[in-house]
């Protein structure tokens, strides 16, 4: 193997170490707003320590202002930066020529895109391209400006100066502590814009409106981040990695006030809307997308803005298929084995999509059945030929529905024979024209049937007449 070779792996090695050390920054936002780490003290190397957050009741930021947790203010000593300032920062103890507060140097706090601090002795510059100074200066005006010029890189020095270029000179320009580039930009006081002698540097792909992406993890930033994204912007960023069994989305950050503007995710084949967020519809949970071509489309209206989003995507790859000779060699042992395994029934196997940092992705519960063979005797079941079991279970459900029926139809009928039962007969009467006005009264007047059950009687319905003293009832 020769020196280029080895070099090239060697290189290819070191960048794959460092994109995951990359994407294992606990921050996304350029100020480090959303740092919610526990480094308790000032440096790592001779720094002073923090003190609670839940005992600085004397300054403007404590638990007892904010008691719920707002800016991730709480009852421990960890660097937050509640304020929206250029850097995580806390209180300390030594009061230097006043100062009771301090910026943290977290090394772990860079948001993807931050390429560092630098020192910057102007000869040579440390971005050896096109420069431009304003008043108004912030992070994304200097990256649009160096990325409509084709420009891969973007530093900004003291606050309002923007430099563009292709590569950084590290052999003449060493890289400084990330607290000596908090000057504040002129543009917007949140964001730093390197120091004096110091330039911040970012990658140019960072809040760009569109792009394509086919590595297996990065972050995606909405537009003129880590501005705020301008109305009527339609963006679209494809997210291709063949391969990929799944891809999934964890929003680092997401801040879009109003519900009409949008963030949606969609199958690069079908073009369905697989999640959409929106104001009042924030991501709270990891979104797994079992495609290896996913769209992330964003819109915003002409009203509000917003400071937008930042989303980690990783593509999930399964293990590699095993040989087709190995696949039936494992079947064929698998059919000999049925005589011996105890089949089980309704297995529910849980498997959890773990991705290439360990963290788990999502938890996915795939319900299986053995192929041995069903339970015996189970109700009309065929048992096959010469094994009568199921039939005979079969016969005494037929029996027992016949003798069911008969018994309603038994009932049935002897009501119908009560209700339609004749008159009774009334009793002779020695005088004939007695009986004659008898019968004519019975013709004439209604009879009513009240039935109750088992027993069906017959009334004479109550008239007004000279015999009211008799009874109504009539017959048997």
Known sequence: MDSLTVAALLLAGFLSFSTSIQFETECYTANGEDYRGRQNQTGLLGGKPCLFWNETFQHPYNTLKYPNGEGGLGPHNFCRNPDGDVRPWCYIADHEDGIYWK?????????PGNLGCFKDSG?????????????????QT?????????????????????????????????????????????????????????????????????????????????????????????????????????????????????????????????????????GRNAPRTLVNVTVDFVILYFYSDRTNEAQGFAVLYEALKSQSPKPVDEEEEEEDNEEEDTSTVEPTYGGVTEKSNISSDGKSSQILYVITSSPGKPQRNMPG????????????????????????????????????????????????????EHLQSCNQSAASEPWIIFYRPSTISLFKKKLKNHHGDLSPLVGN
Not at 103 to 111: E, L, N, R, T, V
Not at 132 to 139: A, C, Q
Request: charged share 15%.
């Open 381 to 432: 079941q065929w048992l096959g030929p010469g094994r009568t079991t199921g039939h005979r279970t079969m016969w005494t459900i037929y029996a027992l529905a016949a003798l069911l029926t008969l018994t309603v139809i038994a009932m049935v009928a002897k009501l119908l024979l009560h209700i339609t039962v004749k008159s009774p007969s009334i009793p002779s009467i020695s005088s004939g």
């Open 142 to 278: 200097c990256i649009s400006l160096c990325r409509k010029q084709r420009y891969r890189l973007a530093g900004m020095e003291s606050g309002y100066a923007c430099f563009c270029g292709n590569d950084v000179d590290r052999q003449h320009h060493e890289e400084a502590p990330s607290t000596e580039c908090n000057h504040v930009c002129f543009g917007d006081h949140t964001q730093p814009c390197g120091g004096d002698g110091r330039v911040i540097i970012f990658d140019t792909r960072v809040g760009a409106c569109g792009g394509n992406y086919s590595s297996p993890s990065s972050v995606i930033y909405s537009p003129d981040f880590p501005d705020k994204y301008g109305p009527g912007r339609v963006c679209y960023w494809t997210i291709q990695v063949p391969g990929a069994t799944a891809i999934l989305f964890n929003f680092t950050f997401f801040n879009i006030v109003d519900q009409k503007d949008m963030v949606e995710l969609l199958d690069g084949y079908t073009n369905q809307v697989v999640a959409r967020f929106d």
């Open 123 to 139: 000869d040579p510059l440390t971005l050896t391209g096109s420069s431009e100074t304003s008043n108004k200066l912030t992070i």
């Open 103 to 111: 910026y943290c140097d977290i090394p772990s706090c860079q948001m």
